[in-house]
């Protein structure tokens, strides 16, 4: 929000608080600053002039020569604005001045004539092109009265002050506003703010015989204030107001228009005025749209209304979308003779999926869906009346409609100085307290206990929690000393927590480093992984509201998260990486989603390097199930998944259970992520693993006995895999073989086509005895029987 601090000095004086020091107490309390400027930092040496004569150009139709009187001297200026004329005051550029951009301007020739300056425009003062008048869009800038002649235009205008923008947290719709900013300054100061003057009442009421107000819904309007004013006189507004607007970052439109912006920035709250003459008989009613009902608004577009948004109407016709915008049909025109001055109070929700729906967001939208006190409309409708009567703009007609349906309930809440020191961690005494919570106009009854009565409008503040926020933020959070959170529990991790650190460890030790992606992604993820159109993973979660197309579903699987950082890292010179994730990922229980889905935690690894491969992918696995406790696990070849080389690819099973899948990417899913050099990924179902993992590990004495070696090398065919030779080793040698472990595989001219060597290192202990050669080479031969007869095995 834009603040333009002489505007705030009307309701608190801070003359005596430097700019910067009033900046950095603000961020103390709450209010974050975003920048400011000030125009007197971009311009020099603009001056207020009178043009006295002008006459034509003789060598250019669109430019003409003026004689302008700055004060001291007369200068001849040429120019091609069109709405200059004789007795016109106007900000003038003299020789050596610096406008906007900081371009400097210098004496010089326009088509032949001498040119000893320039007129200026409101945007080549610095001023928004959006928020320029339209009247002086493409045209000078033309005073409303008489100024000293060249005196500095910023003085003139007033308009030597900074302007600051402040971030205004969603939970205090108050401060969106030059007197929530002003109670801000005064309570953050110690100071006084005084409220705008308004409007008082002194005639008997007539008001009913122009207008009336119905409120059908009032689940979505809790108040509706109207005023008549007639004898309108539509024209632009004075120049203070005009500039006034444009420094808070609005367009001035006519002094009807301009005032209601006006006191609506002073309040935040929106206000409305309409053609009082094209309503029906003056009735006003408050209801929901019809559904698929067609309405043009102020801004000249058709929109598509539902039952569920709320408007204005009239007997016949629509007139407003509610709290968003008004309507064509009952804009205020220059024939505008008599209007009607709508200040009312709607339902935040109903304005915001209002106002997300129709694709319209407004200053008014913008400040109704974060909130807008019941108890503003009044004041700010005789407000609003106020600076008509002092603009001259319209007569007051007497008499107030208010439909108040349930009226207003004050917020109070109990609170103890005791509980506010122990969350502040301070030494605060109850007189400190009250006084504290009195300079936010936070009023203590002292009945039973300590009541704090809460002002209408901080809409944030229903709880004791609230309140300690308030006397921290003011007190001064840098006055609050550094202690130790007072804690009477014990803390400790969880077995699941212990499970992941773990696994985490694993990883880390195998320089693989950790990532975090976005759980939203984009449909065309899938695509590029080359998942099937009837694959599971196809049964997204969709978002109702995405960023975009790329974040417009919940993933289903991990891999194109991580394949899409690997990707990135290539892309950027970075060869050798290995990364991993731990995440979510979400299953929908049905389709169409009407309940929230299931969310499985899964663990995806991903590697791409000169030196890496399968197997160092393999080893990486194994490390991480080691680590876990978990043995009897195999792999088992996969052809048919299409992410994957089929060659390279390989599920990893536990007792029938599907643990993961892990190889090397498919060629052609490396093209779609642009990716020059081989990848390799594991997928894995972390759920399956956190059931799995034992810590239990128990104590195993180191053999006394010495172990037995034997090396077999035999010839199968390529269908046999190690796996199964291994199950036969194990089967076939009984409790006394230790391990085996294939060491070599061999293909060559020395071997017939279609057929491999295979070596393996079987070791034989036994836990009582030492093993005699006897004994071994028993077993050995029956492992070379069984080798042969069910697999056709042939000893080398």
Not at 132 to 151: A, C, H, N, Q, T
Not at 231 to 256: F, H, T, Y
Not at 534 to 550: A, Y
Not at 580 to 608: H, Q, R, W
Request: proline share 3%; net charge negative; charged share 25%.
């Amino acid at each position: 929000m834009r603040v333009p601090l002489q505007w705030i000095k009307e309701y608190v004086d801070f003359s005596n608080i430097e700019e910067r020091q009033l900046i950095d107490k603000l961020v103390l309390t709450g209010s974050n600053n975003e920048g400011s400027y000030n125009l007197k930092d971009d311009i020099e040496n603009i001056v207020v002039g009178k043009i006295t004569k002008i006459t034509s150009h003789p060598n250019a139709e669109k430019l003409c020569i003026c004689q302008v009187d700055v004060g001291n001297e007369v200068l001849q200026i040429v120019t091609g604005a069109t709405n200059v004329f004789e007795g016109a005051v106007i900000p003038v550029a003299i020789h050596g001045a610096i406008i906007a951009g900081k371009i400097k301007i210098k004496k010089g020739k326009l088509r032949g004539e001498v040119s000893n300056g320039m007129l200026c425009s409101l945007e080549e003062m610095g001023f928004e092109s959006s928020n320029i008048p339209k009247e002086f869009d493409d045209g000078i800038l033309i005073l409303d009265r008489e100024y000293p002649l060249g005196m500095n235009i910023l003085e003139a205008l007033d308009l030597d002050q900074s302007v600051v923008e402040f971030e205004i947290t969603p939970n205090r719709p108050d401060c969106l506003s030059m007197v929530g900013m002003a109670r801000e300054i005064a309570a953050s100061f110690d100071l006084k703010a005084e409220l705008p003057k308004v409007y008082v009442e002194n005639n008997a009421s007539v008001i009913d015989q122009y207008a009336s107000v119905e409120i059908k819904d009032s689940d979505l309007c809790s108040r509706y204030v109207a005023k008549v004013v007639t004898d309108i006189k539509v024209e632009p507004s004075p120049m203070w107001l005009q500039l006034r607007l444009m420094q808070a970052g609005m367009r001035p439109i006519n002094n009807i228009v301009d005032i209601t912006n006006y006191v609506m920035l002073e309040y935040g709250q929106p206000i409305h005025a309409f053609d009082l003459d094209s309503l029906s008989n003056g009735i006003v009613i408050v209801k929901r749209a019809g559904e698929g009902e067609l309405f043009e608004t102020l801004d000249g577009k058709e929109r598509i209304l539902t039952s569920e948004m709320l408007v204005i109407a009239d007997e016949k016709k629509t007139i407003g979308i509610a709290g968003v915008m008004g309507g064509a049909n009952t804009e205020i025109k220059e024939t505008t003779k008599k209007v009607l001055i709508e200040v009312a109070s709607f339902d935040k929700s109903s304005i915001r999926k209002t106002s997300k729906e129709l694709g319209l967001r407004t200053e008014a939208s913008s400040r109704f869906e974060k909130g807008v006190s019941n108890v503003l409309p009044m004041e700010v409708v005789n407000r609003v009346c106020y600076l008509i009567e002092q603009l001259k703009a319209g007569v007051i007609l007497p008499g107030t409609i208010d439909v108040y349906p349930n009226g207003e309930k004050q917020v109070k809440i109990p609170y103890t100085v005791e509980g506010i020191n122990r969350v502040i961690g301070s030494e605060l005494v109850e007189s400190q307290v009250i006084e504290i919570l009195a300079k936010l106009d936070i009023k203590t009854e002292k009945e039973e206990g300590l009541t704090a009565v809460v002002p209408h409008y901080r809409l944030d503040l229903s709880k004791e929690i609230d309140l300690v926020e308030e006397v921290a933020r003011i007190y001064g959070y840098d006055k609050i000393k550094m202690t130790l959170p007072k804690l009477n529990v014990w803390g400790a991790k969880t077995n699941a927590q212990l499970i992941k650190d773990r696994v985490k460890f694993e990883l880390l030790a195998n320089g693989v480093d950790e990532i975090l992606s976005y759980s939203f992604v984009s449909k065309k993820d899938l695509d590029k992984i080359n998942v099937s159109e009837t694959s599971m993973l196809r049964q997204q979660v969709e978002l109702i509201n995405p960023l975009g197309e790329e974040f417009s579903v919940m993933r289903s699987t991990m891999v194109p998260n991580v394949l899409e950082v690997l990707a990135r890292n290539n892309n950027r010179k970075n060869k050798n990486v290995k990364i991993f994730e731990i995440g979510s990922i979400f299953v929908p229980k049905e389709t169409p989603v009407v309940s929230l889905p299931i969310e499985k935690e899964a663990m995806v690894v991903g590697m791409i390097g000169e030196h890496e491969d399968f197997f160092t992918l393999k080893g990486i696995v194994e490390s991480v199930l080691k680590g876990l406790g978990i043995t009897d696990y195999y792999f088992e070849k996969e052809t048919n998944h299409p992410t994957y080389h089929k060659g390279r690819c390989a599920n990893i099973i536990w007792n029938g259970h599907v643990l993961g899948i892990m190889g090397e990417i498919h060629p052609h899913v490396l093209e779609n992520y642009d990716l020059s050099e081989r990848a390799y990924v594991a997928d894995l179902d972390y759920n399956i693993l956190l059931q799995l993992a034992r810590e239990d590990k128990k104590y195993k004495a180191i053999p006394k006995y010495p172990a037995v070696e034997r090396d077999i090398a035999v010839l199968v065919s390529d269908e046999i895999t190690s796996m199964q030779i291994e199950n036969i080793v194990k089967e076939t040698a009984g409790h006394l073989l230790e391990s085996v472990k294939m060491f070599d595989m061999y293909k060559g001219k020395q071997i017939t086509e279609g057929y491999k060597s295979v070596a393996y290192e079987l070791i034989f202990r036994a836990e009582d005895r030492t093993l005699i050669d006897e004994e071994v080479n028993k077993i050995f031969n029956k492992v070379l029987k069984a080798l042969e007869e069910k697999i056709g095995a042939q000893l080398r």
